[in-house]
Protein backbone atom coordinates (compact mmCIF):
# COMPACT_ATOMS: atom_id res chain seq x y z
CA UNK A 1 0.00 0.00 0.00
CA UNK A 2 1.63 3.54 -1.00
CA UNK A 3 2.24 5.72 2.10
CA UNK A 4 0.25 8.76 0.05
CA UNK A 5 -3.49 8.50 -0.37
CA UNK A 6 -4.31 9.89 -3.73
CA UNK A 7 -2.81 10.43 -7.21
CA UNK A 8 -3.74 13.94 -7.02
CA UNK A 9 -1.11 14.12 -3.16
CA UNK A 10 1.53 12.21 -5.07
CA UNK A 11 1.78 14.42 -7.91
CA UNK A 12 2.07 17.64 -5.65
CA UNK A 13 5.02 15.37 -3.23
CA UNK A 14 6.54 14.23 -7.13
CA UNK A 15 6.50 18.10 -8.23
CA UNK A 16 8.12 19.91 -4.93
CA UNK A 17 10.61 16.79 -4.90
CA UNK A 18 11.20 17.47 -8.77
CA UNK A 19 11.77 21.33 -7.62
CA UNK A 20 14.03 20.43 -4.70
CA UNK A 21 16.11 18.10 -6.92
CA UNK A 22 15.66 18.21 -10.22
CA UNK A 23 18.02 15.63 -11.43
CA UNK A 24 16.60 12.80 -9.36
CA UNK A 25 16.37 9.77 -10.74
CA UNK A 26 12.42 8.47 -11.31
CA UNK A 27 13.17 5.14 -9.34
CA UNK A 28 15.07 7.46 -6.73
CA UNK A 29 12.08 9.89 -6.18
CA UNK A 30 9.77 6.24 -6.06
CA UNK A 31 11.56 5.15 -3.28
CA UNK A 32 12.05 8.95 -1.40
CA UNK A 33 8.52 9.36 -1.58
CA UNK A 34 7.84 5.24 -0.04
CA UNK A 35 6.03 4.20 -3.84
CA UNK A 36 6.34 2.41 -6.76
CA UNK A 37 8.02 3.96 -9.47
CA UNK A 38 4.65 3.18 -11.95
CA UNK A 39 3.00 4.89 -8.99
CA UNK A 40 5.05 7.64 -9.59
CA UNK A 41 4.40 8.16 -13.16
CA UNK A 42 0.52 7.33 -13.31
CA UNK A 43 -0.48 9.69 -10.99
CA UNK A 44 0.78 12.22 -13.88
CA UNK A 45 -1.60 10.59 -16.35
CA UNK A 46 -3.10 13.69 -18.11
CA UNK A 47 0.02 15.88 -17.70
CA UNK A 48 2.52 14.86 -20.40
CA UNK A 49 1.60 10.88 -19.15
CA UNK A 50 -0.76 8.98 -21.62
CA UNK A 51 -1.89 5.45 -20.48
CA UNK A 52 -1.20 3.34 -23.35
CA UNK A 53 -4.34 -0.03 -23.93
CA UNK A 54 -2.90 -2.96 -22.21
CA UNK A 55 -4.27 -5.49 -24.49
CA UNK A 56 -1.18 -6.66 -25.94
CA UNK A 57 2.23 -4.76 -25.10
CA UNK A 58 3.54 -7.34 -28.00
CA UNK A 59 1.84 -5.03 -30.25
CA UNK A 60 3.67 -2.20 -29.40
CA UNK A 61 7.32 -3.81 -29.89
CA UNK A 62 6.00 -4.75 -33.38
CA UNK A 63 4.75 -1.55 -34.50
CA UNK A 64 8.80 -0.37 -33.01
CA UNK A 65 10.27 -1.85 -35.74
CA UNK A 66 8.81 1.67 -38.03
CA UNK A 67 9.84 4.17 -35.70
CA UNK A 68 13.93 3.88 -36.22
CA UNK A 69 16.79 4.33 -34.30
CA UNK A 70 15.99 4.44 -30.32
CA UNK A 71 17.45 3.87 -26.92
CA UNK A 72 16.29 0.80 -24.76
CA UNK A 73 16.44 0.91 -21.01
CA UNK A 74 16.49 -2.36 -18.54
CA UNK A 75 17.46 -2.23 -14.80
CA UNK A 76 17.54 -3.57 -11.70
CA UNK A 77 18.44 -2.29 -8.32
CA UNK A 78 22.10 -2.25 -8.90
CA UNK A 79 23.08 -1.87 -12.15
CA UNK A 80 21.16 -0.49 -15.41
CA UNK A 81 21.65 -1.38 -18.89
CA UNK A 82 21.34 1.16 -21.73
CA UNK A 83 21.31 0.08 -25.39
CA UNK A 84 21.10 2.13 -28.46
CA UNK A 85 19.81 0.55 -32.02
CA UNK A 86 16.88 -0.45 -34.25
CA UNK A 87 14.55 -3.00 -33.60
CA UNK A 88 13.99 -5.52 -36.25
CA UNK A 89 13.35 -8.94 -36.24
CA UNK A 90 10.02 -8.99 -32.82
CA UNK A 91 9.06 -12.89 -32.35
CA UNK A 92 6.47 -13.04 -29.61
CA UNK A 93 3.36 -14.58 -29.24
CA UNK A 94 1.00 -13.49 -26.26
CA UNK A 95 2.93 -13.89 -23.36
CA UNK A 96 6.80 -14.18 -24.59
CA UNK A 97 9.61 -14.48 -27.61
CA UNK A 98 12.59 -13.05 -28.57
CA UNK A 99 13.68 -9.37 -30.38
CA UNK A 100 16.78 -10.14 -32.22
CA UNK A 101 18.08 -9.79 -35.30
CA UNK A 102 19.47 -6.50 -34.57
CA UNK A 103 21.70 -3.93 -32.45
CA UNK A 104 18.36 -4.53 -29.70
CA UNK A 105 18.49 -8.01 -28.47
CA UNK A 106 15.46 -8.48 -25.56
CA UNK A 107 14.11 -11.45 -24.18
CA UNK A 108 10.40 -10.56 -23.33
CA UNK A 109 7.86 -12.01 -20.89
CA UNK A 110 5.01 -10.22 -21.26
CA UNK A 111 3.23 -11.62 -18.53
CA UNK A 112 5.16 -8.88 -16.51
CA UNK A 113 4.21 -6.15 -18.94
CA UNK A 114 0.72 -5.06 -16.62
CA UNK A 115 1.00 -1.20 -17.46
CA UNK A 116 2.44 1.16 -19.77
CA UNK A 117 2.66 4.79 -20.98
CA UNK A 118 4.24 7.65 -23.13
CA UNK A 119 5.76 9.75 -21.09
CA UNK A 120 7.44 13.27 -21.57
CA UNK A 121 9.41 14.58 -19.05
CA UNK A 122 12.31 17.49 -18.12
CA UNK A 123 15.82 15.96 -16.48
CA UNK A 124 19.38 17.09 -16.77
CA UNK A 125 18.43 20.08 -19.19
CA UNK A 126 16.52 18.31 -21.42
CA UNK A 127 13.36 17.11 -22.92
CA UNK A 128 12.98 13.12 -23.19
CA UNK A 129 10.32 10.95 -24.42
CA UNK A 130 9.66 7.12 -23.87
CA UNK A 131 7.78 4.04 -23.33
CA UNK A 132 7.45 2.89 -19.75
CA UNK A 133 6.27 0.09 -18.85
CA UNK A 134 5.32 -2.20 -14.91
CA UNK A 135 5.23 -4.93 -13.45
CA UNK A 136 1.40 -5.10 -11.10
CA UNK A 137 3.69 -3.90 -8.33
CA UNK A 138 4.85 -0.75 -10.20
CA UNK A 139 8.21 -1.94 -10.36
CA UNK A 140 10.08 -0.84 -13.99
CA UNK A 141 9.98 -3.77 -16.59
CA UNK A 142 11.61 -1.68 -19.23
CA UNK A 143 11.73 1.72 -21.23
CA UNK A 144 12.12 2.56 -24.94
CA UNK A 145 13.39 6.72 -25.44
CA UNK A 146 13.06 8.28 -28.65
CA UNK A 147 16.59 10.04 -29.68
CA UNK A 148 17.31 12.90 -32.22
CA UNK A 149 17.35 10.52 -35.11
CA UNK A 150 13.85 8.63 -34.11
CA UNK A 151 11.21 9.17 -36.82
CA UNK A 152 9.15 11.66 -34.76
CA UNK A 153 5.95 11.05 -37.10
CA UNK A 154 6.19 7.44 -36.66
CA UNK A 155 6.76 7.92 -32.96
CA UNK A 156 3.76 9.51 -32.60
CA UNK A 157 1.83 7.65 -34.62
CA UNK A 158 2.54 5.09 -31.94
CA UNK A 159 1.24 6.47 -29.07
CA UNK A 160 -1.91 7.31 -31.10
CA UNK A 161 -2.66 3.88 -32.35
CA UNK A 162 -2.57 2.95 -28.68
CA UNK A 163 -3.71 5.28 -26.31
CA UNK A 164 -6.25 3.57 -24.07
CA UNK A 165 -9.59 5.39 -23.68
CA UNK A 166 -8.82 5.35 -19.60
CA UNK A 167 -6.57 8.04 -18.82
CA UNK A 168 -7.93 8.57 -15.41
CA UNK A 169 -4.35 9.03 -13.46
CA UNK A 170 -3.47 6.34 -10.58
CA UNK A 171 -2.91 3.09 -10.83
CA UNK A 172 -3.58 0.16 -8.45
CA UNK A 173 -0.70 -1.90 -7.86
CA UNK A 174 -0.70 -5.98 -6.54
CA UNK A 175 1.86 -8.23 -5.24
CA UNK A 176 4.18 -10.06 -7.54
CA UNK A 177 4.33 -14.01 -6.39
CA UNK A 178 8.03 -14.94 -6.66
CA UNK A 179 8.40 -17.81 -9.49
CA UNK A 180 11.10 -19.73 -7.54
CA UNK A 181 10.31 -19.86 -4.06
CA UNK A 182 13.22 -21.30 -2.52
CA UNK A 183 13.69 -24.16 0.16
CA UNK A 184 14.89 -22.92 3.70
CA UNK A 185 18.21 -24.43 3.56
CA UNK A 186 20.96 -24.99 1.13
CA UNK A 187 21.39 -28.51 2.84
CA UNK A 188 17.28 -29.30 2.03
CA UNK A 189 18.29 -29.19 -1.86
CA UNK A 190 18.93 -32.01 -3.44
CA UNK A 191 22.46 -31.92 -4.48
CA UNK A 192 22.27 -35.27 -7.20
CA UNK A 193 19.77 -34.11 -8.41
CA UNK A 194 20.86 -31.05 -8.96
CA UNK A 195 24.14 -31.99 -10.59
CA UNK A 196 22.47 -34.66 -12.79
CA UNK A 197 19.87 -32.64 -13.91
CA UNK A 198 22.66 -29.54 -14.62
CA UNK A 199 25.20 -32.09 -16.54
CA UNK A 200 22.43 -33.34 -18.81
CA UNK A 201 21.30 -29.67 -19.82
CA UNK A 202 21.31 -28.68 -23.48
CA UNK A 203 21.48 -25.88 -22.61
CA UNK A 204 18.98 -23.78 -22.97
CA UNK A 205 17.52 -21.11 -20.81
CA UNK A 206 14.04 -22.94 -20.16
CA UNK A 207 15.64 -26.46 -19.43
CA UNK A 208 17.90 -24.14 -16.68
CA UNK A 209 14.80 -22.68 -15.35
CA UNK A 210 12.57 -25.54 -14.79
CA UNK A 211 15.50 -27.54 -13.25
CA UNK A 212 15.40 -24.81 -10.68
CA UNK A 213 11.74 -24.90 -10.42
CA UNK A 214 11.47 -28.55 -10.00
CA UNK A 215 14.11 -28.52 -7.24
CA UNK A 216 12.50 -25.56 -5.53
CA UNK A 217 15.91 -23.52 -5.66
CA UNK A 218 16.88 -20.19 -6.78
CA UNK A 219 19.88 -19.38 -9.09
CA UNK A 220 22.46 -18.16 -6.18
CA UNK A 221 21.38 -21.25 -4.23
CA UNK A 222 21.70 -23.66 -7.11
CA UNK A 223 25.54 -22.24 -7.20
CA UNK A 224 25.89 -22.74 -3.71
CA UNK A 225 25.19 -26.60 -3.79
CA UNK A 226 26.28 -27.99 -7.45
CA UNK A 227 29.17 -27.75 -6.73
CA UNK A 228 33.00 -26.55 -8.35
CA UNK A 229 32.08 -28.74 -11.33
CA UNK A 230 29.89 -26.19 -12.16
CA UNK A 231 29.91 -23.36 -10.34
CA UNK A 232 33.37 -21.36 -8.35
CA UNK A 233 33.60 -18.16 -6.03
CA UNK A 234 35.23 -15.37 -7.76
CA UNK A 235 37.30 -12.71 -6.62
CA UNK A 236 36.08 -9.72 -5.37
CA UNK A 237 37.52 -7.28 -7.83
CA UNK A 238 36.39 -10.24 -10.59
CA UNK A 239 34.17 -8.08 -12.92
CA UNK A 240 36.56 -4.58 -12.53
CA UNK A 241 39.59 -7.08 -13.95
CA UNK A 242 37.06 -7.90 -16.75
CA UNK A 243 35.62 -5.19 -18.05
CA UNK A 244 39.27 -3.80 -17.98
CA UNK A 245 40.91 -6.50 -19.40
CA UNK A 246 38.09 -7.81 -22.56
CA UNK A 247 38.59 -3.65 -22.84
CA UNK A 248 42.20 -3.54 -23.71
CA UNK A 249 42.08 -6.76 -25.68
CA UNK A 250 38.38 -5.84 -27.89
CA UNK A 251 37.37 -9.47 -26.61
CA UNK A 252 33.91 -9.44 -27.61
CA UNK A 253 31.64 -10.36 -24.76
CA UNK A 254 27.93 -10.34 -23.96
CA UNK A 255 25.97 -8.83 -21.11
CA UNK A 256 22.67 -9.47 -19.42
CA UNK A 257 20.54 -7.30 -17.43
CA UNK A 258 17.31 -8.39 -16.49
CA UNK A 259 14.18 -7.17 -15.02
CA UNK A 260 11.19 -8.89 -13.67
CA UNK A 261 10.31 -9.26 -17.38
CA UNK A 262 13.05 -8.80 -19.80
CA UNK A 263 16.34 -9.67 -20.80
CA UNK A 264 18.27 -7.00 -22.10
CA UNK A 265 21.61 -8.32 -24.19
CA UNK A 266 24.54 -6.10 -25.52
CA UNK A 267 26.83 -8.32 -27.98
CA UNK A 268 30.04 -7.07 -28.78
CA UNK A 269 33.26 -5.28 -27.41
CA UNK A 270 33.63 -2.66 -24.96
CA UNK A 271 35.82 0.64 -24.99
CA UNK A 272 35.66 3.16 -22.30
CA UNK A 273 35.69 1.76 -18.95
CA UNK A 274 34.68 4.52 -16.38
CA UNK A 275 35.04 4.04 -12.28
CA UNK A 276 33.05 6.59 -10.58
CA UNK A 277 32.17 6.62 -6.96
CA UNK A 278 31.00 3.04 -6.21
CA UNK A 279 29.61 2.50 -9.73
CA UNK A 280 31.49 0.91 -12.32
CA UNK A 281 30.73 1.94 -16.01
CA UNK A 282 30.40 1.30 -19.59
CA UNK A 283 30.29 4.79 -21.37
CA UNK A 284 30.66 3.59 -25.06
CA UNK A 285 28.64 5.58 -28.08
CA UNK A 286 25.62 3.08 -28.18
CA UNK A 287 26.00 0.82 -24.91
CA UNK A 288 26.20 2.09 -21.72
CA UNK A 289 26.50 0.03 -18.22
CA UNK A 290 25.93 1.45 -14.68
CA UNK A 291 27.06 -1.41 -12.10
CA UNK A 292 27.07 -0.28 -8.46
CA UNK A 293 30.01 -2.55 -7.11
CA UNK A 294 28.92 -1.50 -3.36
CA UNK A 295 25.65 -4.31 -4.12
CA UNK A 296 27.33 -7.02 -5.61
CA UNK A 297 27.14 -9.69 -2.57
CA UNK A 298 28.47 -12.74 -4.53
CA UNK A 299 30.27 -13.34 -7.85
CA UNK A 300 30.55 -16.31 -9.48
CA UNK A 301 32.28 -18.65 -12.50
CA UNK A 302 29.54 -20.85 -13.37
CA UNK A 303 29.95 -23.72 -16.62
CA UNK A 304 27.01 -24.90 -18.45
CA UNK A 305 26.63 -27.73 -20.71
CA UNK A 306 25.80 -27.46 -24.40
CA UNK A 307 26.28 -29.25 -27.36
CA UNK A 308 29.02 -26.88 -28.49
CA UNK A 309 30.82 -27.52 -25.32
CA UNK A 310 30.82 -25.64 -21.38
CA UNK A 311 29.54 -22.17 -21.69
CA UNK A 312 31.05 -19.75 -19.27
CA UNK A 313 29.99 -16.86 -17.45
CA UNK A 314 30.48 -14.53 -14.76
CA UNK A 315 27.52 -13.92 -12.43
CA UNK A 316 26.96 -11.30 -9.80
CA UNK A 317 24.22 -11.37 -6.86
CA UNK A 318 22.80 -8.50 -4.49
CA UNK A 319 22.57 -9.21 -0.75
CA UNK A 320 18.63 -10.68 -1.36
CA UNK A 321 20.16 -12.96 -3.82
CA UNK A 322 18.65 -11.05 -6.92
CA UNK A 323 20.87 -11.98 -9.92
CA UNK A 324 22.27 -8.31 -10.83
CA UNK A 325 23.96 -8.85 -14.18
CA UNK A 326 26.05 -11.87 -16.68
CA UNK A 327 29.28 -11.72 -18.54
CA UNK A 328 29.61 -14.31 -21.48
CA UNK A 329 31.94 -14.27 -24.32
CA UNK A 330 30.16 -13.64 -27.77
CA UNK A 331 29.40 -16.57 -29.59
CA UNK A 332 27.38 -17.61 -32.41
CA UNK A 333 25.27 -20.51 -32.21
CA UNK A 334 26.68 -24.04 -33.09
CA UNK A 335 30.56 -22.39 -31.95
CA UNK A 336 32.11 -23.43 -29.15
CA UNK A 337 33.64 -20.44 -26.87
CA UNK A 338 36.70 -18.35 -27.89
CA UNK A 339 39.14 -19.92 -25.71
CA UNK A 340 40.64 -16.31 -24.84
CA UNK A 341 37.37 -15.96 -23.06
CA UNK A 342 37.47 -19.09 -21.35
CA UNK A 343 41.10 -18.30 -19.85
CA UNK A 344 39.58 -15.23 -19.03
CA UNK A 345 36.81 -16.05 -16.75
CA UNK A 346 38.87 -19.09 -15.02
CA UNK A 347 41.55 -16.70 -14.10
CA UNK A 348 38.67 -14.82 -12.21
CA UNK A 349 38.52 -17.75 -9.67
CA UNK A 350 38.73 -16.45 -5.86
CA UNK A 351 41.88 -17.93 -4.05
CA UNK A 352 41.55 -21.07 -2.57
CA UNK A 353 41.36 -21.18 1.08
CA UNK A 354 44.41 -22.47 2.27
CA UNK A 355 43.28 -25.69 4.72
CA UNK A 356 44.05 -25.23 8.56
Wanted: some cysteine; proline content about 6%.
Amino acid sequence: MSAIASPADLKQAWSALRAAEPDMYARNMAQRLNVSEGELVACRVGDRVTRLKDEDFGEVFRDLRAVGRVMVLTRNDSCVHEKKGWFEGVHLNKTMGPIVGGAIDLRVFLTHFKHGFAVIEEGHGQQRESLQFFDADGTAVHKVFRLEQTDGPAWEQLVARHTADDQAPGMAVQPVEDPLPRVQDDDAVDAKALQDGWRAMGYGPHEFYGLLKRLRTTRLQALHVVGSEFARRASDDAVERLLHDVARRGLPIMVFTGSPGLVQIHSGPVHTIKPMGPWINVLDEDFNLHLRLDQVAETWIVKKPTADGPVTSLELYDAQGGQIVQFFGQRLPGRPEIPAWTALADSLAAAEPVPA
